[in-house]
């Protein structure tokens, strides 16, 4: 199984400041990762496929970058509606397909 | 517009059974792989069974293999989840998820339906 391990578990930023998030693959994974966003009492958002392509309606402030083990979410420039919790997702090699532990950002 | 929309949550007794359904529209149903994904209260996401486009194949998580049946009638245009043997450590949100742009790759997602186990 394949394990994806996120860090920090929290991130506080203020906004208009740039958020770097962190997501480790315990093996190669190529670029089959993905990462959502869940507010909330909501269910996740796709945010982000192919570690680098955009979904359809998302933002350009939101972007990926990485491949094989090591890949980043950054936003640009955090706006208020962005604060929620990310996870990122491996869908390389499945099953099993799994999930980091998720990053919650927080206003700082 | 794509719609999911689950039913069938509630709470059973440890031992029990539950049958969820995921109710799909917007979207050629018969087209796409379709998965059950959970979250116990306050925790993270985790993945437990989807489905090829005809049914033929499926897969699960190890924790509910033997206990829990994915399904689909792409003729009612639903998604199933048969959940047997419940245990307490199943409680949780089931979401209903679209494999839009890769089997694995959930680009759509229901509202969930909340599971409870607990006597």
């Known amino acids: 199984e394949i394990v994806m391990t996120q860090s920090p578990a929290t991130l506080s930023v203020s906004p208009g400041e740039r958020a770097t998030l962190s997501c480790r693959a315990s093996?190669?994974?190529?670029?089959?990762l993905a990462w959502y966003q869940q507010k909330p009492g909501q269910a996740p958002r796709l945010l982000i496929y192919?570690?680098?392509t955009r979904a359809t309606g998302i933002p350009a402030r939101f972007s990926g970058s990485g491949s094989g083990t090591e890949f980043t979410l950054t936003i640009s420039s955090v706006q208020s509606e962005d604060f929620a919790v990310y996870y990122c997702q491996h869908y390389n090699n499945w099953p099993p397909i799994t999930f980091g532990q998720g990053t919650r950002l927080e206003i700082k | 517009e794509v719609q999911l929309v689950e039913s069938g949550g509630g709470l059973v007794q440890p031992g029990g059974s539950l049958r969820l359904s995921c109710a799909a529209s917007g979207f050629t149903f018969s087209s796409y792989w379709m998965s059950w994904v959970r979250q116990a209260p306050g925790e993270g996401l985790e993945w437990v069974a989807n489905?090829?486009?005809?049914?033929?194949?499926?897969f699960y998580v190890v924790s509910v293999k033997g206990r829990f049946t994915i399904s689909r009638d792409n003729a009612k245009i639903s998604l199933y989840l048969q959940m047997n043997s419940l245990r307490a450590e199943d409680t949780a949100i089931y979401y209903c998820?679209?494999?839009?742009?890769?089997?694995?790759?959930?680009?759509?997602w229901g509202q969930g339906t909340l599971v409870t186990v607990s006597s």
């Open positions: 192919g570690a680098s």
């Open positions: 093996q190669s994974i190529g670029s089959n």
């Open positions: 489905i090829q486009q005809d049914g033929s194949d499926k």
């Open positions: 998820a679209r494999g839009g742009l890769a089997a694995a790759v959930f680009d759509h």
